[in-house]
Nanobody
Framework: EVQLQASGGGLVQAGGSLRLSCAASGFTFDDYAIGWFRQAPGKEREGVLCISSSDGTTYYTDSVKGRFTISSDNAKNTVYLQMNSLKPEDTAVYYC?????????????WGQGTQVTVSS
């Protein structure tokens, strides 16, 4: 059974940092693209960043370039989202998702979300 467990969210002041973790199990980690997505209140879910062994790092949105990075620890089957210089508009529920077909394919397994709140 594919499982994705996101953690690390919280309340932080603008300009601060958080690191989210996505622990994966139930599939061959190296064969999947793992992405981070977010959904703010009243808005559609949007992609943030994705990582895969074949394509490296993929940015879904330019709004996080220079502030967010994605990395993976294959030994721990975990993907991290390092978020620096956080802004109030980064407030959202953050989800991780895995796809066997790459960062841009919509056939994904989803984990539960973790709330990130950035205060001004």
């Amino acid at each position: 059974e594919v499982q994705l467990q996101a953690s690390g969210g919280g309340l932080v002041q603008a300009g601060g940092s958080l690191r989210l973790s996505c622990a994966a199990s139930g599939f061959t980690f190296d064969d999947y693209a793992i992405g981070w997505f977010r959904q703010a209140p009243g808005k559609e879910r949007e992609g943030v960043l994705c990582i895969s062994s074949s394509d490296g790092t993929t940015y879904y949105t330019d709004s996080v370039k220079g502030r967010f990075t994605i990395s993976s620890d294959n030994a721990k089957n975990t993907v991290y989202l390092q978020m620096n210089s956080l802004k109030p508009e980064d407030t959202a529920v953050y989800y991780c998702a895995a796809s066997r077909f790459g960062c841009w394919d919509t056939r994904r397994y989803w984990g539960q979300g973790t709330q990130v709140t950035v205060s001004s």
